[in-house]
């Protein structure tokens, strides 16, 4: 009785053991946790949803815009604000379809473990039968007729248990792996799905940026044919100029200044290092090489041009609108057009001529998302109608350096780059610097 009780001790010790090990560790090996979360897409989700809030509001500031015929101004601003939130919203969700698409190739590893479980465990289960088939399968019954003894019945029927326990969970353990497959290749196919309806999105908002830039650019040209406006426009585009020519006067004054107080600093550091290494040497050696020491630790933060200029737009070396005199297309005035139009395509990249200091980057109502560069020899360039800045004020950057995209944002009627090249505060033509390009 006590052999009795011992083997069937053991018996239900295997089968929980068995059990806790399918509880404990899956049917699963090797599935690793997720290194994508569904946190990461829910948070670009939310922000997403953040931007449309964002550009419901530019909507129906647009939408107010609309009876006030005195607001041309503010529609267009409100308009390249509109753009600007719809690329923000492109790029996120061209962020959500990276985490898909990780969040896949996951799913495809989970899939393919899942599936080497499941054969392993109909293998088994194979197996099994082939053993039962060629051993004649033989009938529990018949092992159980065959004892000799009461004793030897009961012993064999615990063995009779145990097998029936052990084919059991071997078709347990073959069902559980095939339905951890089936759940696998599930959320394999819901990320998929996922991931196609981003894509769809995507396409969607790039085909409503096309038709915002559609409308803004419209929206610009409708003023060339507005004569009532034309006298009102050359006096705010003479104010735009003045108020331009002035912030660079300013920004190009700051930089000197900021630039004599770092030589001012350089200096002093020269001085006092010769000093103390004149006080160490008894005041046997000069200061000379300690004025390069002190030099060599001073380095302004100010950017300096190399004092050649390289293309900024490298995707389209075509001029549109040539630097000089002409009839301006917005006021109908014969004016200075100040650089060039480089008709690059819309999202182009736009590169630092130079190196240089960005010493403004913002909105202007005429020239849209521009920027300046001082470049520290007297040279300054200027980049307007942007779509997107890449830098910002204060950054120092290098020749060659991408600082923007190409837009229409501003008075602009078309996608474009413009560009001008000063120095000492007067215009230049940006031709006489470069070679290669070509007119439309």
């Not at 041009?305 to 297309?329: A, E, K, L, M």
């Not at 200091?357 to 040279?379: D, L």
């Not at 950057?397 to 001008?420: D, L, R």
């Amino acid at each position: 009785m006590k052999t009795l009780r011992r083997n069937r001790m053991l018996a239900f010790l295997l089968a929980f053991l068995m059990m806790a090990a399918i509880a404990a560790g899956g049917v699963v090996p090797g599935t690793r946790a997720f290194a994508v979360s569904q946190a990461e897409i829910d948070a670009l989700k939310e922000e997403a949803e953040g931007i449309a809030a964002q550009k419901a509001e530019v909507q129906q500031k647009i939408n107010s815009l609309e009876a006030d015929k005195d607001a041309t101004l503010a529609k267009k601003a409100a308009l390249d604000e509109q753009i600007m939130l719809t690329q923000q919203e492109i790029a996120n969700l061209e962020a959500q379809i990276e985490v898909y698409h990780q969040l896949i190739h996951q799913k495809e590893l989970e899939v393919e473990a899942a599936q080497k479980a499941e054969d392993e465990q109909l293998q088994k289960y194979r197996d099994r039968v082939q053993s039962m088939e060629e051993n004649g399968n033989i009938s529990y019954l018949a092992v159980l007729f065959e004892a000799s003894s009461f004793s030897d019945f009961l012993s064999r029927l615990d063995f009779v248990h145990e097998v029936m326990v052990y084919d059991e969970q071997l078709y347990n353990d073959y069902i559980a792996a095939k339905e951890a497959t089936i759940r696998a290749k599930e959320a394999l196919e819901e990320a998929l799905a996922q991931e196609e309806a981003a894509k769809a999105q995507e396409e969607q908002k790039k085909a409503e940026l096309e038709e915002q830039v559609r409308q803004a650019e419209a929206y610009v040209a409708e003023l060339q044919s507005n004569i009532d406006t034309q006298e009102s426009y050359y006096v705010k585009f003479d104010a735009a100029e003045a108020e331009l020519n002035e912030t660079i006067r300013q920004k190009e004054a700051e930089l000197a200044e900021q630039k004599r107080k770092e030589e001012e600093e350089r200096k002093r550091r020269e001085e006092e290092e010769a000093r103390r290494r004149a006080a160490s040497s008894g005041g046997s050696s000069g200061g000379s090489s300690g004025g390069s020491s002190g030099g060599g630790s001073s380095s302004g933060s100010i950017a300096q041009g190399t004092g050649s200029f390289s293309w900024p737009t490298p995707s389209c070396y075509g001029i549109t609108s040539d630097y000089g005199y002409r009839v301006h297309p917005i006021s109908g005035a014969y004016r200075l057009h100040a650089g060039i139009d480089i008709g690059a395509t819309y999202g182009a990249q736009i590169l630092a001529a130079d190196s240089g200091t960005v010493t403004a980057s913002y909105y202007h109502w005429s020239y849209g998302n521009m920027i300046m560069i001082s470049h520290g020899n007297g040279y300054t360039t200027l980049y307007a109608h942007m779509s997107a800045f890449a830098v910002s004020t204060g950054q120092s950057v290098s020749k060659g350096q991408v600082i923007g995209y190409v837009g229409s944002t501003g008075q602009s009627t078309a996608a474009h780059c413009h560009f001008e090249i000063r120095y000492n505060g007067n215009y230049c033509d940006p031709k006489d610097y470069f070679t290669g390009y070509f007119f439309y």
